[in-house]
């Protein structure tokens, strides 16, 4: 599985630090919503092609947050 993107929603800390990843693994996508850092609450999402989990991706990135891409 490789990382093709990275979103943070530039807050600092446990309880207010939220991710959004992009995961790609033979043609099948993942978008990735992850609370509270690397120990935080995470859910994944699973799509057959880019542009459906691009479409997730928005969405998640439509929460509050000052949301810039990291990778």
Known sequence: M???KHWWNGSWG???RRDVYLFEDAGIW????REGGA???CRRYEFTD???AMDCVSGL???PGNW???G
């Open 2 to 4: 490789e990382r093709r």
């Open 14 to 16: 446990r309880l207010a």
């Open 30 to 33: 993942w978008a990735e919503s």
């Open 39 to 41: 120990d935080g609450r």
């Open 50 to 52: 880019e542009d459906a």
């Open 61 to 63: 990135l439509a929460q």
């Open 68 to 70: 810039r891409q990291l």
